[in-house]
């Protein structure tokens, strides 16, 4: 792997008992790219992010954040890591009881020796970049889903991260919402030179900010290159995707005449 | 919209030959007919049914369903032969799944059993991981107290000391009322009513003190530590404190329990004195006894060993509720109903824990002396 890699995701293998969620899954990353993971409901795309940020150890294959072995590190480097990475949830994953400053500046309380004013200040920043400054006292509890959305991306950006992760940014947000968190992000990106992975189902959103897209389905990867190169590929699944065609359609099941005109027994 | 009159009939020819029954259906077969269908597809047979729908003009998603039904069930077998455009349509347009199968078979007795105790094992042993990780953590910011989060520790303090002044000081006073009514009504008739200032002191410094405080805050606060971590875990704001790389033992777990431990030494007390007072009032005002003469017997019944083994109990106690918090807390997988289940779980386990930590303290002690 080279420099221009934020991420490098190697043969993860995923299993919860006997259920293997992720089979054998590659990802690269380039610094300063917005790299999509594509996949429906249980394709495994919410277990491919819980590796790369480190809530969960593979089974088996490696992922490489930053050029560090994540799940080999402990301790400090692992923070240190971490500290390197925003995540932006799909629920916010704001602490309720922290107005939205307070929830901006925890992690700058907790990882930096910043003095309080530095903090206050710093705070302010990034509110006002993702254009939040006006509800900077507010419990995320009394903000509306796309505000909490740009809160938790303020704190995601709080301590400058070199990528930044975004699961299911428009979940639950209205199709104008969804769409100016696409340029927010598209923006954070030209400006801040961030890499952005974002994981999503939307359709709708990724002709607008994927650079390259992963499509994943059943725990494989099925498709990877630019979002031209993936929508262009002949493999059913892929087609059945863009079309939103319905799984059922692809699989198994036959129309009630096939099945009545063969004799039964 | 087609409109079938409701005493229609379904319109079909039986036809017996060499190759089994075929049978023609005809007109409208359409869920005011289908159970007539249903009923004559039932019937049992020897041989192959062929269905022709030919002369079938408009079926519904009833009829398609009695059909695929009656094939599955079909012993002698079943097959649709001739089909009309009408029928052809109905029976493309739905499709056929491969049945599923249930997710969960029925478990034998001993499957159960031994799925259960693997499931215990695990719980056994998820709890001593968190009991010493947080454990570990509180000392670690007792010796480090930089790594304390002073902040949440004071509100916490504040929350589960504080606001459980009033409550705890109404039980107890109650808790020692009734303790000296109980006793004054026996003593009475040895015309020892004094004696009830030693029982009253004595069951209420070491038993009901402690006791009645650990259930009210287990209640009150071992309740909403576990409800709150929860919540916090459903929302994936534990997710979010760990990818921030903040420790959520440290920055959650350590201020409740070591808040936890400072207070409930000091409800107990308060538990102590006001249950002492409720005693108190009886002696003067019931049995009419001095003041100043209850409260020397109540204090010469006392050892400074019974106010140990009181704070001892209430450490035990405090540790224990939130422990149990915290673990039902943190398992929480799922949604909302979860959330209530395992505070319910939570509160329930503490009582228990408080019993039996009860119990095993006043044998100990009892011994001891």
């Keep these: 792997m080279t420099a221009s890699e934020a991420l490098v995701v190697r043969g993860l293998v995923a299993r919860y008992g006997e259920q293997t969620v992720l089979d054998g899954v590659d990802l690269e990353v380039r610094r300063g790219e917005v790299r999509v993971v594509l996949g429906g409901s249980g394709s495994g ?183 031209e190169e993936v929508k262009s590929s002949d493999h059913p699944e892929i087609r059945a995707y863009f079309r939103r065609i319905a799984a059922g359609e692809m699989r198994g099941s036959a129309t009630a005449l096939t099945v009545l005109r063969q004799a039964s027994r | 919209m087609l409109r079938v009159p409701l005493s229609a009939r379904l319109a079909y020819r039986l036809e017996s030959g060499p190759g089994g029954d075929v049978l023609h259906l005809q007109g409208e077969v359409t869920r005011p007919v289908v159970r007539e269908l249903a009923e004559l597809l039932a019937e049992p047979r020897t041989t192959l049914l062929t269905l022709d729908l030919s002369e079938v003009v408009v079926m519904d998603s009833a009829a398609v369903a009695a059909l695929v039904n009656a094939w599955r069930r079909s012993r002698a077998g079943l097959v649709v032969g001739a089909t009309s455009p009408g029928a052809e349509q109905a029976l493309t347009l739905f499709r056929v799944g491969v049945e599923a199968v249930p997710p969960t078979k029925p478990m034998s007795l001993f499957e159960g059993l031994g799925a259960a105790a693997f499931d215990a094992k695990a719980a056994v042993r998820d709890f001593l991981q968190i009991a010493a990780d947080t454990t570990f953590a509180m000392v670690a910011a007792i ?97 979010g404190l760990r990818v921030m790389g903040i420790d959520p033992i440290e920055f959650l777990a350590v201020p409740r329990l070591v808040a936890l431990l400072l207070v409930m030494p000091l409800l107990t007390v308060l538990a102590d004195v006001v249950g002492i007072f409720g005693g108190f009032l009886v002696g003067v005002y019931y049995l009419d006894l001095a003041g100043q003469a209850f409260l020397d017997e109540a204090l010469t019944a006392l050892k400074p060993f019974d106010l140990f083994t009181g704070s001892v109990k209430a450490l035990a106690f405090a540790y224990g509720i939130g422990m149990i918090g915290l673990f039902y807390g943190i398992r929480v997988h799922g949604g909302a109903s979860e959330v209530g289940r395992m505070t319910t779980a939570s509160v329930v386990a503490s009582i228990f824990y408080i019993i039996i930590a009860d119990c095993f303290f006043s044998v100990v002690f009892y011994i001891l002396l």
């Design chain 1, 45 to 227: 795309k919410s277990t491919l992010l819980k590796h790369c940020i480190g809530l969960l150890s593979p089974s088996q294959g490696d992922v490489w954040l930053l050029g560090q072995p994540l799940h080999g590190l402990e301790g400090a480097e692992r923070i240190a890591v971490l500290q390197r990475i925003g995540v932006l949830f799909q629920s916010g994953a704001l602490l309720g009881s922290l107005s939205v400053r307070e929830n901006v500046a925890l992690p700058l309380r907790e990882h930096t020796d910043l003095p309080e004013g530095v903090i206050g200040e710093l705070v302010s920043l990034k509110l006002e970049v993702v254009e939040l400054s006006h509800a900077a006292h507010q419990l995320p509890s009394e903000l509306s889903g796309g505000m909490r959305k740009r809160a938790a991306l303020a704190r995601a950006m709080a301590l400058d991260p070199d990528v930044l992760f975004c699961d299911e940014p428009s979940a639950g947000l209205d199709p104008l919402t969804s769409a100016e968190l696409d340029e927010l992000l598209l923006r954070l990106r030209d400006r801040f030179g961030m890499t952005i992975v974002v994981v999503t189902h939307e359709l709708m959103s990724i002709d607008r900010i994927a650079d390259r897209v992963l499509l994943l389905s059943g725990g494989k990867a099925i498709a990877d290159g630019t979002l």
């Design chain 2, 143 to 239: 010796v480090h107290p930089r790594r304390m989060r002073w902040n949440a520790l004071i509100e916490q303090g504040h929350d589960i000391g504080a606001r459980a002044l009033r409550i705890v000081a109404l039980i107890t006073f109650l808790v020692g009322l009734t303790v000296a009514f109980q006793a004054a009504y026996q003593l009475q008739q040895f015309g020892a009513a004094i004696y009830v200032a030693d029982l009253t002191a004595v069951s209420v410094v070491r038993e009901m003190g402690p006791l009645m405080t650990a259930i009210l805050v287990a209640g009150r606060s071992g309740s909403s530590i576990a409800a709150e971590i929860a919540t916090m875990q459903v929302s994936e704001e534990i997710d």
